[in-house]
């Protein structure tokens, strides 16, 4: 059996079952109550920094969508360590996690290589935090539902929105954004840049999102949302904050966003 072994556990997030099992616990003691105006949820876009930073903001959407049936989740972040031309689909048998392992649905992640040509299968790549950090929150929330790994590198956003169209023909799949947004800029540049994000993402608006505001997972954020309009969706943002709510430090900050994304 090939595991994809955790590369961030212990350092993003606790390696303990019982330590990790607090932070949810705790994330959800502070949930906020919000009224939805999505029924049926088609996608998310969640951060994945360190959980003391992005953490809240990540377990808000995953509380979101929490009683809800899918078929599969399909997991698409950025590659920050190993460049790619295209994108890398996971062929493992399991996806390590601290609260057990993740069941990949490996059948599924071969029917998309062979469908796409800019999907290979690079083990390198998978050492992939954008990806991984979602991983417990899938297992905590849906511990029997298999999952895809995809990690993209340099690739067209309108090619990997072909293949969130593929994967959104089976109407009960299910797919999750990963993406940060500015990075290391002062609290009020931050606001100002994450806000033109923000802005672009609610009203799903592609040119706003090339106005100066920056994502390292802008491609998947812009391929997300260009299926949304293509199929008349609708954008919610649940949370947004930066990591001076977490260490105090405003000078130099990184900015946190969950959103949901459907009907």
Do not use: W
Request: glycine fraction near 4%; proline fraction near 3%.
């Amino acid at each position: 059996m090939k595991i994809r072994k955790s590369a961030v556990s212990g350092s993003f997030y606790p390696n303990n079952t019982k330590e990790l099992l607090s932070y949810f616990e705790h994330f959800n003691a502070l949930a906020q109550e919000r009224v939805l105006e999505i029924n049926e949820p088609k996608a998310i876009i969640s951060p994945h920094a360190g959980y003391v930073y992005s953490g809240f903001t990540a377990n808000e959407v995953y509380r979101c969508i929490q009683h809800k049936n899918f078929k599969r989740f399909v997991v698409i972040g950025p590659s920050h360590k190993v460049f790619i031309e295209g994108a890398s689909i996971a062929l493992y048998d399991e996806m390590e996690t601290p609260l057990g392992n993740l069941s990949v649905d490996l059948e599924y992640a071969h029917e998309l290589k062979n469908e796409f040509d800019n999907l290979c299968f690079n083990p390198f790549v998978h050492a992939e935090h954008s990806t991984e950090t979602q991983m417990p929150f899938l297992k905590n929330y849906f511990p029997n539902t298999p999952v895809v790994e995809i990690v993209y590198g340099k690739i067209d956003y309108l090619q990997l929105c072909k293949i969130i169209s593929y994967i959104m023909l089976e109407s009960d799949n299910f797919v999750v954004i990963s993406t940060d947004l500015s990075h290391f800029y002062s609290q009020e540049d931050a606001n100002y840049l994450d806000s033109i994000f923000l802005q672009a993402i609610q009203n799903l608006d592609l040119e706003k999102l090339d106005s100066g505001c920056e994502a390292c997972g802008m491609i998947g954020v812009k391929a997300i949302a260009l299926y949304a309009i293509q199929n008349h969706l609708k954008s919610q943002i649940i949370d947004y904050r930066t990591s001076k709510e977490a260490n105090g430090d405003a000078s130099r900050v990184v900015g946190y966003t969950s959103v949901l994304i459907g009907k």
